[in-house]
């Protein structure tokens, strides 16, 4: 579905665009959702750069001993529900 959208951009990047329009014969409409397109995509990536699994995340966070680990590993009904 396409939306009707109103803003005010600088009147040289309006003149640029127009120039690109013209200059690919396409409508300076599209242009405009072309460069929004290719900006949301790298935003996103550069959003989700950051973001880490929930692996990468947690790693580290418990700081415990092999041995305690161990241990606790091998309690029993350590996997039984209370």
């Given at each position: ?9 600088d009147e ?49 966070v418990m ?20």
């Open positions: 579905m396409r939306k009707k959208l109103g803003t005010i951009l040289e990047l309006i003149f640029q665009a127009k120039k690109i329009a013209l200059a690919q014969r396409v409508s300076l409409n599209q242009v405009l959702e072309n460069a929004l397109k290719v900006y949301l995509i790298a935003a996103d990536k550069k959003l989700s750069k950051g973001k880490k699994n929930i692996a990468q995340a947690t790693h580290g700081k415990i001993s092999p041995a305690l680990l161990k241990a606790i590993m091998e309690e029993e009904d350590i996997y039984e529900a209370g």
